[in-house]
């Protein structure tokens, strides 16, 4: 094996790595490790957000529909014209989740759907795209979609978060997304810095 010389600090013939250069190198791959394991979750939690957001606007939009199609909102006659339900009610889970199931079956098309006895998409249009047939439309935490709709059709919705925030949005239906720890929180991230619901209105 050829021999290494040195004259004047300066390598001549073949070398290996010295210590140093294999710790400079070492800590540069692990500053690197470093930052990517903190940048790709960020990343794909901003992905699956954006994912969110755009199914959600597709839920509005198809309730939006079916209103123009049929004169009236894809739920049950008892539900128009009433106050509580305005305020109350969300077509969602924890204890909606049936009900949110029925109404991504009757945007998607299923003719077999009835509600007090009224076939609630007679024609079978399909308003929506991307639920399975027996309804379940889930975000990518693997939670059913919350929606509301004005049903006694007063210019608004309106949206408690919490017994201190209220927040009043004058659109016709929202629609929510638990996020990843499937609970609801405030709108308000001033209030609760942790919310990581997604919503169709902002």
Do not use: H
Not at 147 to 173: C, F, H, P, W
């Amino acid at each position: 094996m050829e021999r290494l010389s040195r004259k004047n600090g300066i390598r001549t013939g073949q070398a290996g790595f010295t210590l140093v250069e294999l710790l400079v190198v070492v800590t540069i791959i692990g500053l690197l490790v470093g930052l990517i394991s903190v940048a790709v979750p960020k990343a794909i939690e901003s992905g699956m957000k954006a994912k969110t957001k755009g199914e959600l606007t597709s839920i509005v939009a198809a309730v939006k529909a079916y209103k123009q199609e049929y004169g009236q909102w894809p739920v049950a006659r008892s539900k128009m014209d009433s106050v509580a339900d305005e305020y109350n009610s969300w077509y969602g889970p924890p204890t909606q989740e049936q009900e949110s199931k029925d109404l991504m079956r009757i945007l998607s098309g299923d003719m077999t759907v009835q509600k007090e006895g009224q076939t609630m998409n007679p024609k079978g249009v399909r308003f929506l795209e991307g639920a399975k047939t027996d309804g379940t439309f889930q975000d990518p935490w693997g939670k059913q979609y919350c929606v509301k709709m004005d049903t006694n059709d007063s210019g608004g919705l309106e949206y408690y978060a919490s017994s201190s925030t209220q927040e009043n949005i004058r659109v016709t239906v929202i629609a929510l997304s638990l996020g990843k720890n499937g609970t609801q929180e405030d709108p308000d991230k001033k209030v609760t810095k942790t919310c990581d619901d997604v919503y169709s209105w902002r």
